[in-house]
């Protein structure tokens, strides 16, 4: 299973779009908010099930402000973040997703890719891609997730960057 995990794309698709192209067929396309009117164009491009959720700068869209949902054996919270301090510290949103049963959690707003694994069972991952269309990290390149489960269903994540 292969599923594209993006954020922060603010309607600037270009590089989004370019990717899907090359990514060839999805399993799913997760998007982390801050889609600002540009989720039917994306779900039309993404030719597979898409989960997205609004972020702080999605005013008046009718996307859903969190999603909880499976892949394969993990329980998905899927967020933007920015309700949950997540420019300060992952420790609010680390503790939320624990709370609410969460395997992964994964949300934006940074626009600064992290894939933070499980420190041990009972524990959850964190992961956030960056932003494709305007990244912050050092370097400034857009950056993706592409999450893979394997045969047995074991997750495992790639940060990628264009």
Known sequence: MRIL?????????LNLMILL?????????????????????IRLAAGCPVHMVAGNNDFFCGLPKE??????????????GHNYY??????????????RG???????????????????PGDVTVINPGSISYPRQEGRKPSYILMELDR????????NFL
């Open 152 to 159: 047995q269903g074991i997750a495992h994540f790639h940060l």
């Open 102 to 120: 969460a395997d992964i959690v994964m949300y934006g707003h940074t626009h600064r890719p992290l894939i933070e694994l499980a420190r041990e």
């Open 21 to 41: 192209k090359r990514m060839g067929e999805l399993d799913m396309l997760i998007h982390c908010g801050d889609v600002e009117g540009s989720e039917d164009a």
């Open 67 to 80: 999603e909880e949902f499976m892949i394969g054996g993990y329980k998905v919270w899927l967020t933007h």
């Open 86 to 99: 997540v420019s300060v510290d992952r420790e609010t949103i680390r503790e939320q997703a624990l709370a």
């Open 5 to 13: 995990i993006v954020s922060d794309t603010h309607r600037r698709d």
